[in-house]
Each structure stands twice: as structure tokens, then as C-alpha cells.
């Protein structure tokens, strides 16, 4: 095992240690088994085409096993180690986590958004990268590359910025390609407050996009199964949406923060014995009430506002 030590001060956390470790591949034990169809799925080829074009970009993550000091516990690359296994690959330098705990590392692990993989395209083919060898790489055809470098043509920069590191497909800058600037911005606002990325949603919105809001403004819309009087409707449905959103938005931390206190206070009361059975006694509709609110879960709140 090769490892180069650095000094750091004391005072500052880290979520990895300062330095990579070169380890043994027999030496990591991973902490889930693949599935039966883990080899055969798409990312597992990808991956596998990525390290005989470039080799690993980013390394498996590792913590020292508490029990046997000469093992590893893999936390974060299964597919990674084993795609290294099958090229009879021997040792890999690996991330070491400063946190054991493989379910809290892999909640906190962004993965690649479509925007950024476009960014990340678009910079490789800028210094001189053949499409050919990142088509190899990312194990995708020569259209998808291209594609995907084209994602945000038309796109304005703010709603690039709104959607910069959301799960937006293709399909989601196709439609938002159809709007003029401000209601891209818009259309970016309704997926977010949404948190609905899908075809159907955008498609929606797109439908509810007033004539004028096109960049074809002259060319009538038209969307397979809905009327002409149906798009109508869901345009003035969709703009007395975003009035609410809007209006909603300017309260929201305020009104948030209200709801929290008035929650812990009324558990509080409720705590109280003598004021449970005096409102049983005589006030039970307002029990009920104040029980309800504390039961209020932070989905349920952010429903309710």
C-alpha cells in the first residue's frame, strides 16, 4: 500500500483525508452484493468503456475496517472496483472517507446533472477531444454526444442557471427551446417549485404558454390529444398558478418559521396534563385541533403553505 502523508490543521473537518491511498483491489471489501443484472445495465458499460478510454476519474471511496486493520470497507464505486476486477486490474487508488457510515457519504453524493455533463462535453470537445473518443468514453453513439453538446442552444443564461444542477432531460430544453426568454425563466421556476422534471409536466407548461410567448408566435400550437379551447384553459389555469406561487414565495420563510414555533409550543401545552384535561373537558373540538398541529410533518407544512 502506498500513502503520502500531509499535515492539516486541527481545527478544520474534512470529509476525506488530504491524500489518495493506492490499495490492493482483494484488500476492499465492498459492503453491498450487485445485482444479477448489474453487469448487463447500461452504466456498468459506460463505466467499463470509460476506464479503457481514460482511465478512473473518480476514484472509490474507502474507510479502514474498524475490525481488521489490513481491510477497507468500499462506501462509495461497487461498480467501478468490480469493472477493474473483470480487466484483471490489481490495485486502484481510492478516496478514504473521514465518516464510516456508507448510507450518510451516499446521501450527500451529487451526481451529475445534465447541465453539467453538457458543460463537461462541451469543454472536452473545446481542447481538442475527438467526439469519437468521448462517445468511446461515455459508451454513447455519435448523435447523443452531439446532442448533448447542443443542449442549451437557445437556452437563455438564466434559466440555465435555475436548472444548473437539476435532473432536467433533453427533452425538458426541447420545450423550453419553443418559449421566448422570460417565460423560459418561468417555465425553469414552475419545474423547480415543482420538483417535477418529467416530459409530461414541461409539456404541460408548454401548452400553457400563451401564443406570444413563442418563438414561433405565428404558428398555432398544437399538442397531440388536446383542443384548441382545452389549451386555453390550462393557459389561464397556469397563470393563476404562478400568481399563487409567487404570492406564496414572498411569505414562505416567514410563515415557515411561524408554523415551527407555534408547533413546539402547542406540544408543549399539550404536554401539560392538567391542560389536556381541561380542553377534553371543555374545549374538545380545540384539542383536536391543536393535536393535529402537532403531528404536522415538514412535507405536510410546506403543503399546507
Same mark, same amino acid.
Given at each position: ?25 482483494? !484488500? ?36 479502514? %475496517? ?39 457519504? %451516499? ?13 463537461? +462535453? ?5 481542447? &481538442? !477531444? ?6 468511446? *468514453? ?10 448533448? *453538446?447542443?443542449?442549451?442552444? &437557445? ?16 427533452? !425538458? ?29 414541461? %409539456? *404541460? ?65 399539550? &404536554? %401539560? ?19 393535529? +398541529? ?12
Amino acid at each position: 500500500m502506498k500513502r503520502r502523508a500531509d499535515k492539516r490543521p486541527a481545527s478544520v473537518s474534512h470529509g476525506f483525508e488530504d491524500d489518495c491511498v493506492t490499495l490492493p483491489i482483494d !484488500v476492499i471489501l465492498p459492503l453491498r452484493t450487485l445485482g444479477k443484472s448489474a453487469k448487463s445495465s447500461r452504466k456498468y458499460r459506460q463505466i467499463v468503456a470509460s476506464i479503457a478510454q481514460i482511465g478512473i476519474v473518480e476514484p472509490p471511496v474507502v474507510v479502514p %475496517n474498524p475490525d481488521k486493520s489490513a481491510t477497507w470497507l468500499l462506501l462509495d464505486g461497487h461498480l467501478r472496483i468490480e469493472a477493474l476486477k473483470d480487466d484483471g486490474v490489481q490495485e486502484v487508488e481510492c478516496l478514504v472517507s473521514t465518516d464510516d457510515e456508507a448510507f450518510t457519504y %451516499n446521501r450527500q453524493v451529487s451526481r451529475l446533472a445534465p447541465i453539467q455533463e453538457h458543460k463537461m +462535453i462541451r469543454k472536452a470537445i473545446e481542447r &481538442g !477531444v475527438p467526439e469519437e473518443k468521448i462517445a468511446l *468514453a461515455l459508451d454513447l453513439n455519435m448523435s447523443s454526444i452531439r446532442r448533448k *453538446a447542443r443542449l442549451l442552444d &437557445g437556452i437563455c443564461e438564466e434559466a440555465v442557471a435555475i436548472l444548473k444542477d437539476k435532473p432536467a432531460t433533453g427533452a !425538458v430544453f426541447d420545450a423550453l427551446r419553443k418559449m421566448k426568454t422570460m417565460r423560459q425563466i418561468e417555465a425553469a421556476e414552475l419545474l423547480v417549485n415543482a420538483n417535477n422534471y418529467s416530459v409530461a409536466y414541461v %409539456n *404541460a407548461i408548454l401548452a400553457g404558454t400563451p401564443q406570444a410567448q413563442l418563438v414561433e408566435s405565428s404558428k398555432p400550437k398544437k399538442v397531440k390529444g388536446i383542443t384548441p379551447e382545452a389549451m386555453a384553459r390550462m393557459e389561464q389555469e397556469l397563470a393563476r398558478l404562478q400568481e399563487g406561487i409567487a404570492s406564496i414565495q414572498d411569505t414562505y420563510g416567514q410563515d415557515h418559521l411561524h408554523l415551527t414555533v407555534i408547533k413546539g409550543y402547542v406540544g408543549k401545552l399539550l &404536554g %401539560n396534563a392538567r391542560v389536556v384535561r381541561y380542553l377534553a373537558q371543555s374545549h374538545p373540538e380545540f384539542l383536536g385541533e391543536f393535536q393535529t +398541529i402537532t403531528e404536522i410533518t415538514p412535507a405536510e407544512a410546506a403543503e399546507a403553505e
